[in-house]
């Protein structure tokens, strides 16, 4: 599966943001999908996942209450809406697929396929 991330942007604090990820191939439903995020000098972090079905899913503590993974597999689509947007959210994010996992992971290392990243960068 190819993987392409778009909606980043510059938003000032407590501001929003929809990414969006869209998948290629036919087989988008059989993909658990995550959000990772990466920031200067800093390793990439587990943002969001959501598994196959689209009705679990799983957030890092430092973004629950304020963003929302969710995915239509009709549409070969995952979202990540991003509220209340504070500056330690800038960072790169990427979206990844799972194969041959029904729920989603928080290491980067359960993914097997993953986007080019877009850019969100949150002023104070």
Do not use: H
Not at 79 to 93: F, G, H, R
């Amino acid at each position: 599966v190819q993987l392409q991330a778009s909606g980043g942007g510059l938003v000032q604090d407590g501001g929003s943001l929809r990414l969006s990820c869209t998948a290629s191939g036919r087989t988008f439903s059989s993909y658990a999908m995550g959000w990772f995020r990466q920031a200067p000098g800093k390793e990439r972090e587990f943002v969001a996942g959501v598994n196959r079905n689209g009705k679990n899913t799983a957030y890092v503590d430092s973004v629950k209450g304020r963003f929302t993974i969710s995915r239509d597999n009709a549409k070969n689509m995952v979202y990540l809406q991003m509220n209340s947007l504070k500056p330690e959210d800038t960072a790169v994010y990427s979206c990844a697929a799972r194969s041959n996992a029904i729920l989603s992971a928080t290491y980067s290392e359960g993914y097997s396929y993953w986007g080019q990243g877009t850019q969100v960068t949150v002023s104070s």
